[in-house]
């Protein structure tokens, strides 16, 4: 039987995927313009492998060369905790709080693309999550999943901009999305809020100066021309979707369990300056936590006991 778009969003959602859209698989090129702008500026700081396999990137067709369409699919993660006030508690990232994202979002892609090769044999499909050399954001927009807001995250207009991305190359053909138009507007709420003057242009963040950068990927140390400015931010940040009026508006509780709180939403400093990698692995295994490992946990620690004010 052959798949349709209807098919594919009714088993996507069935899955626990919130938002499902369509795409034709043609060369991004104002998008790898972009990226290529943007890394001419060293805004990804050292996160290298952003300069690798700009050829895919750009043309999915290097990935799977039968590529047809892309189906971009929207998890929502928004859960409704708070952070901590208390001393001595440094702050995570909403993204963080629960079972790593990878994890869950995997099992569904496997079972999504297992599906629908039982409904249609030639469905043929290569998928990824946030990894992989392809633009995911960039898709979600041209599959009419969102618009790219100012802070450089997708927007969507059911449930703001809380969502993981998760992009299926396949070989098949559907009706394809509308593009959504920007509704940013005149607002310039995130850039105005970020601490750390990060959005240096609309739709333009210098890695350099992010504190989600600075906590999570980076492996130097955290530039002492940050102290006082990141707002106790322990593992990550979230203050440009924090004020967003479209997550104020319309963000909704995920249907999904395994993104509540594992340990918190904040973690006390002491505690993580006195963690041995055992305790390290024992709480963090299967949390986005490990990415900054242990080291990196301390740092952020330090930096923060020493520089916040
Ligand atoms: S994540 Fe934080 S530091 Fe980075 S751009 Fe947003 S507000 Fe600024
Ligand atoms: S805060 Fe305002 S400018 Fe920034 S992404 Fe949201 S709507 Fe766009």
């Known amino acids: 039987m052959a798949l349709t778009n209807q098919i594919v969003i009714e088993k996507a959602k069935e899955l626990g995927f919130d938002l499902v859209g369509f ?18 500026l060293g805004y990804q700081a050292t996160m290298d492998y952003m300069n690798r396999n700009l050829d895919k990137r750009k043309d999915v067709k290097s990935i799977l060369p039968e590529a047809k369409s892309i189906i971009s699919l929207a998890m ?16 995570v990232s909403k993204y963080a709080w629960g079972k790593d994202y990878h994890l869950i979002i995997w099992e569904k892609l496997e079972l999504l693309e297992e599906q629908l090769k039982e409904i249609d044999n030639q469905f043929n499909s290569i998928s990824y999550v946030d990894t992989g050399p392809v633009m995911d954001k960039a898709w979600a927009v041209k599959a009419g ?9 997708v927007i969507t207009r059911e449930i703001g901009s809380w969502i993981f991305l998760a992009t299926l190359i396949t070989n098949q053909d559907f009706d394809y999305y509308e593009t959504i ?35 999570i990927e980076n492996k130097g140390e955290i530039g002492s021309e940050f102290k006082n400015n990141f707002d106790n931010w322990l593992f990550g940040c979230d203050i440009c979707q924090d004020v967003c009026p479209w997550n104020n508006k319309f963000s909704e509780i995920s249907r999904e369990k395994d993104f509540e709180p594992l340990n918190g939403t904040s973690f006390n400093l002491n505690e993580i300056i006195e963690m041995d990698e055992l305790e390290f692995k024992r709480r963090y295994e299967t949390s986005p936590i490990k990415r900054a490992k242990l080291s990196g946990l301390k740092r952020n620690a330090n930096f923060l006991k020493h520089s916040e004010s």
């Open 23 to 40: 795409a034709k698989a043609e060369p991004l090129i104002d998008e790898a313009n972009h990226l290529q702008q943007w890394l001419n």
């Open 76 to 91: 929502n993660y928004y859960t409704d905790h708070k952070h901590s006030n208390q001393k001595d508690y440094g702050k």
């Open 145 to 153: 999943i969102g618009w790219l807001g100012k802070h450089t995250n």
């Open 181 to 215: 138009t920007d509704h940013c507007g005149s607002c310039r709420a995130c850039i105005d809020a970020c601490p750390t003057k990060a959005i240096v242009d609309e739709y333009v963040v210098d890695s350099n100066k992010c504190i989600s950068f600075l906590t």
